[in-house]
């Protein structure tokens, strides 16, 4: 049972060691913001961070990310603060959002290593695809979002949501157990 360190709470998964870190994220977490894109490692959608470094979780086994950490979208930040997901939000760098938590991924890494990057810097460090084109904008929010980090600017136009996903679930769940008028759906 591979064993890992997935938005810093341990994990073993119960799953044959081959299996594409992508799948047991999504399949066996629960972490459904890594997306599955093109299973072949050319579009990006699927990111993590493993050990900081952005990497394609559907090309890496669960067995060769034991003993490793490994960050999803959803462990970049609970509240949607990180400069990233601010700069992006602002710079309105997201349009269908499918490909955004693995661009996200790729420029937190980005940004981490090196916080003032230049246009080339963010293009050779997002080889994303992006069926929307924000291209132009990706660049300056990652730009932007370096400039946050190095406390440079501030962004206030990409507030934190009002409300935590466990208080989401609970007030509007998705499905509930049997009801009384036998449908099988929630009441």
Request: charged share 20%; proline share 7%; with cysteine.
């Amino acid at each position: 049972m591979p064993a890992m360190t997935v938005n810093d709470r341990p994990l073993e998964f119960e799953m044959d060691p081959e299996t594409p870190l992508l799948f047991a994220l999504r399949d066996a977490a629960n972490l459904t913001g890594t997306k599955y894109g093109c299973g072949v490692g050319d579009c990006g959608a699927c990111m993590v961070l493993v050990d900081g470094e952005a990497l394609r979780s559907c090309l890496v086994t669960i067995a060769e990310a034991e003993g490793r950490f490994i960050t999803t979208i959803e462990g970049l930040s609970r509240d949607r603060s990180h400069p990233v997901q601010q700069a992006l939000v602002a710079e309105q760098a997201i349009q269908c959002g499918f490909c955004t938590p693995g661009i996200a991924i790729a420029a937190a890494a980005l940004i981490q290593r090196n916080p003032d990057p230049s246009e080339q810097d963010v293009r050779d460090a997002i080889p994303n695809l992006c069926r929307c084109g924000v291209y132009p904008r990706l660049v300056q929010a990652v730009q932007r979002a370096g400039r946050v980090a190095r406390r440079r600017e501030t962004i206030s136009a990409a507030p934190a949501p009002g409300i935590e996903a466990e208080d989401a679930a609970r007030a509007v769940p998705g499905m509930r157990g049997g009801t009384s008028d036998g449908d099988g759906l929630g009441s």
